[in-house]
């Protein structure tokens, strides 16, 4: 593990300095203003969006966990993520649709209503989840008091 | 993990299931959804990428704009002529000149370096033949020039791997419609095994590099 360890971080040193060479001698030294406010604005989307999104979720979702079964969280955290991804994915483009002159063939859908019919199959699929979990939850304990009560016969 | 005989392993081990399948069903829902643009089977449940299928003129999406490139209707009029040239040696070619010429058809795709990818059928003059004209030998570079005033690409050059082979062409007819302009009309270079960037539309100039 040790060893892992060690390897991942050398590597991971050694791409860094791979990237600021790269950095330092392919781009152009006016284009390094547009490079931080990059990671200043990844930093705030994350920072003041994405992580305190995710930490109510949690607290949301531990607070409910008294009451729902684990597996049944586990799911609808899957459906979240899955629609998060999406989200990422679409956001970009509708605020570039918006923003661009564009020609025709670039972003051609509309992709409002594509990001709303994914977020509505992504609620089915999860709710489909939620029900095959209880109905396999109900099946096991059906089959499992069943053999309890062959066993009390015996 | 495994050693710990409480509760929290139970609860770990489906928190990590959920985890995996989160990520690997996003995974497959961004694959499922976006590869349309270029892969066909998956077209009708592209509702995400950035190109569709067979959507543009010639039916093949486009990436650099006439527009964009400055092209205007005069510079691919009548008086277009496309430049051959080795050394000292030159030769001109209208687009009639070009069209009477062997006609040869590739299916080879627009490989964007955007991340789209799309075949089609496209039908022109082999470049080795057009090279051949002002005496280029086998193994030698050449260097193509757009007629777009500005632009990264303008001036592209292409071992002779590409040019050499007989799937490299200039193409003047796509899909079965003639070239749009849109798609480098009058005449553009198609090659195999070349990002979308390097196939150079509105041809203006041919030249043996080595």
Redesign the interface.
């Known amino acids: 593990m040790r060893r892992a360890r060690i390897a991942l971080i050398a590597g991971g040193v050694l791409i860094l300095l791979l990237a600021g060479w790269i950095l330092l001698t392919t781009v152009k030294p006016t284009r390094y203003i547009g490079i931080v406010e990059w990671f200043a604005a990844a930093i705030i989307v994350h920072d003041a969006i994405i992580a305190p999104f995710l930490f109510s979720v949690g607290v949301a979702m531990r607070k409910a966990g008294r009451r729902i079964p684990l597996a049944v969280l586990a799911i609808i955290q899957a459906g979240l993520v899955v629609g998060a991804m999406f989200t990422i994915v679409l956001v970009p483009e509708i605020l570039a649709q918006r923003n661009a002159h564009l020609f025709e063939t670039l972003l051609p859908f509309d992709y409002v209503r594509n990001l709303g019919v994914l977020w509505m199959g992504t609620l089915v699929a999860t709710a489909l989840g939620v029900v095959a979990y209880f109905v396999w939850r109900a099946v096991r304990q059906r089959t499992s008091t069943s053999f309890q009560s062959l066993g009390e016969e015996a | 993990m495994s050693e710990s005989p409480d509760g929290r392993n139970k609860?770990a081990r489906?928190?990590r299931?959920?985890?995996l399948?989160?990520?690997f069903?996003?995974l497959a829902?961004?694959v499922a959804?976006?590869s349309g643009q270029s892969l066909r089977p998956l077209d009708p449940l592209?509702?995400?990428a950035?190109?569709?299928m067979g959507?543009?003129p010639n039916d093949l999406?486009?990436n650099r704009?006439s527009?964009?490139a400055k092209i205007t209707a005069d510079m691919v009029g009548p008086d277009w002529r496309l430049i051959v040239k080795r050394g000292t040696r030159m030769r001109s070619f209208s687009y009639a000149e070009l069209l009477a010429m062997p006609q040869h058809v590739v299916e080879l795709p627009i490989a964007c370096v955007n991340g789209w990818s799309q075949t089609a059928t496209w039908k022109g003059v082999r470049l080795s033949s057009l090279m051949d004209a002002v005496g280029r030998e086998r193994g030698q570079a050449i260097m193509a020039t757009s007629l777009e005033p500005k632009g990264n690409y303008r001036i592209t050059t292409m071992g002779p791997e590409f040019v050499d082979n007989d799937l490299t062409l200039v193409a003047l007819h796509l899909n079965g419609e003639v070239l749009d302009i849109e798609h480098g009309y009058p005449a553009r270079l198609i090659a195999p095994a070349r990002p979308g960037v390097l196939q150079t539309k509105w041809l203006s100039r041919l030249e043996v590099t080595t």
Request: no cysteine.
């Open positions: 609860a489906t928190s299931r959920g985890f399948v989160a990520v069903g996003s829902g961004v959804f976006w592209n509702l995400i950035p190109r569709k959507d543009g999406p486009i704009t527009e964009q």
